[in-house]
């Protein structure tokens, strides 16, 4: 017994020294790079957090682990153009009924930085919320200002968020649970119509830019030409026009940009087939729930169509053993910053799923988990 005692605590003093390095080295880590982020938010208290983010034009990346001490924290992260980044604890997330955690912007914090700017956040928790206000960065400032001036908008998209969590666990009515949904749905739109409000009112900002490529498709493409010649010369900016430019070319009825993946895919090969394109990933919660349905469409068509998963932002072992646990038995291929085949596409929402005919002709493209994708293909076999 005091062999085994003594084991345990020679474990427990080794596991506490792993601990005390991981946190010198994450502090060491921390002090790195060309952009500073500092601040507080009263009732955070002492526990890690993560930060991640980079940009989304196959820039720099970063992840970091922090201690944040009585709500304050300070850390730097690598960027080499404009981008942002999103902070988060474990007492900023909802609990759903499953018991699963829940993340809502209403609880996270978003800021937006570029390279050698040094920014401060600060403000406190509440119930439903993080309520702060960023400084040292116009765009980020410009940002948190909207953000908490319409925050009682995303504290309702919150609470019927956990509510239409709680009524689908519970297989409540479904008149009750559809009404919910719509107006969890309805909450959405307000906060992005806000926004617009803001790209509208503000056509020389170049927050206008940024809250305009949040936008659906359709309404960045009346809205882009009436941005202010210095704001589409920013970066920001340039890459609404490259996505703009991409949506010109993959609408309805166009060619579908050619994928080649090495020797072992080529996409112009499977003209005189049904296409289906799947850009999904295993950190996404509706893609992974939507497999089971996919897995019953690709028995249904599998001579008549040929199902085509592209993975995205996924770690290649990671992806590779969700495959095998999850039997995914078409043909998958994992995205890359050097392939980027997100960006030929301009994937927004996943996941998203893309039909092409067997002229290589795009049908049509489908944002989100859909029965409207499901109800199009059964209508083109039986056609």
Known sequence: MKRIKKIAKIFLIIFASLIVLAVIASTINNRIGNC????????????LALVNGGNNSGGEIFFKLLLVVN???????????????????RNMFFQRASGKPLWMRSKLIDFDIAPNEEIAINGSLRDYSIDYLIT????ASESSKLRANNLHILEKE????????????NNSNKTVLDSAQREFNNIRREYANKRLEYVVKNPNQTLSATY???????????????????????YQGKILQERAN????TKAGKLAPNIIDGSTFNLSDLKGKYVVLDFWGTW???????FPKMRTYYNKY???VEFVGIACKDKKSVWEKFIKREGLQWTQLLNNPEKDFEKLYDIQVYPTKIIIDKEGNIVKIYEGESQDFYDKLDELMQG
């Open 302 to 304: 599998r001579t008549k």
């Open 246 to 249: 991409v949506y010109k070319q």
């Open 136 to 139: 040292g960065n116009n765009i």
């Open 212 to 234: 305009l490529g949040k936008q659906h498709k359709d309404t960045i493409m009346k809205y882009l030409p009436t941005l202010g010649e210095n704001v589409l010369a920013t």
């Open 284 to 290: 996404c919660g509706g893609c992974v729930k939507g």
């Open 71 to 89: 709500g304050k924290f300070s850390f730097n992260v690598k960027l080499d153009k404009p981008g942002g980044g999103r902070l988060i604890t």
């Open 36 to 47: 500073s982020i500092k601040g507080e938010i009263e009732g955070l208290g002492t526990r």
């Open 158 to 169: 919150t609470q019927l968020a956990i509510l239409v969590d709680s009524l689908r666990f």
